[in-house]
């Protein structure tokens, strides 16, 4: 990332800081959870909330490993389609950024379909709003400050920035760019020849790196999970519903799971 963009993201943040934080931690309250806990599975704690909204969460992997999510909105029901093809840190990262979009984004979709693009961090307001409120939400300040200080402790003499980072991207599984975000927006690491090194850290020495660490590498790598199966499922279970209750007909339903089939296949890799 060029060092022009990344100031401008940590200045919209800090500006916006306190805004955000406030509307993490009303997500922690409809959670039912403390601000100051971190969040070990995302997924399993959000889902019933993005029922209630009526939205599903379904990951497959796509195509185009350029989009990290994709937001559909229909008349009466959403779905937010996560890419598994990439990372499992980018994956919980778009998680967290649809969240935003869905429960607190001031102005509501100009589409049906919104994308969210991978590791690309566009100065869109809300765009900018909703990477601010996903660095937050899984990372929140109490916690990350607390693990910061303990693995800058640990640190020795083989040890760099780039460790530290390393350490914090596999406690709160989530990506590069978006711990050293939050690092600066703390306030936490130096500017200068130190900020210059991390903004040209690549993937392939992130990956060194935790393999020298003994960190879990799985979270570097794609899941590949298809929740195409159950979707699919589903809509079966429901359109045997309305077809005993005489709402649908057999070939409504068929035209549906056909038209979902063909989507399927564009979308997925």
């Known amino acids: 990332m060029k060092f022009e963009r990344f100031q401008n993201i940590i200045d919209y943040n800090c500006t916006n800081q306190m805004k955000m934080v406030n509307c993490v931690r009303d997500f922690y309250f409809q ?31 796509f195509k185009d490993k350029e989009i990290g999510a994709l937001c559909y909105k229909s008349d009466f029901f959403g779905y937010t389609f996560l890419n598994s093809a990439l990372p499992k840190v980018n994956v919980n990262f778009a998680l967290a950024h649809e969240i935003y979009h869905i429960f607190y984004q001031q102005e509501p979709f100009k589409k049906k379909i919104e ?18 409120f996903a660095g937050i939400l899984l990372m929140p300040e109490p916690g990350f400050q607390l693990i910061f200080r303990k693995f800058t402790n640990e ?59 003994w960190l879990n590498d799985e979270i570097l790598k794609p899941t590949k999970r298809d929740d195409y ?8 279970n429901v359109g045997t519903e309305c077809k005993n209750k005489e709402i649908l007909k057999e070939d409504a339903v068929q035209k549906v799971l056909e038209n979902m089939g063909k989507i399927y296949n564009e979308i997925r890799g």
Not at 169 to 198: K, Q, T
Not at 229 to 236: G, I, M, T, Y
């Open 155 to 213: 640190q020795d003499n083989r040890d760099t920035e780039v460790t530290l980072v390393a350490k914090l991207m596999s406690f709160f599984e989530v990506p590069y760019m978006a711990v050293v975000i939050r690092c600066y927006e703390l306030g936490l690491l130096p500017d200068g020849n130190v900020l210059e090194r991390l903004l040209k850290v690549d993937n392939n020495e992130i990956e060194k790196e935790f393999s020298r660490l």
């Open 31 to 61: 959670m039912n959870m403390d601000y100051e806990r971190e969040l070990p599975n995302l997924m399993l704690m959000v889902r019933p909330l993005f029922n209630k909204k009526n939205y599903l969460v379904i990951e497959m992997p």
């Open 229 to 236: 199966p159950r979707l699919e499922q589903l809509v079966r």
């Open 115 to 132: 994308l969210y693009m991978n590791e690309h961090y566009f100065e869109y307001k809300e765009e900018l709003s909703a990477n601010l």
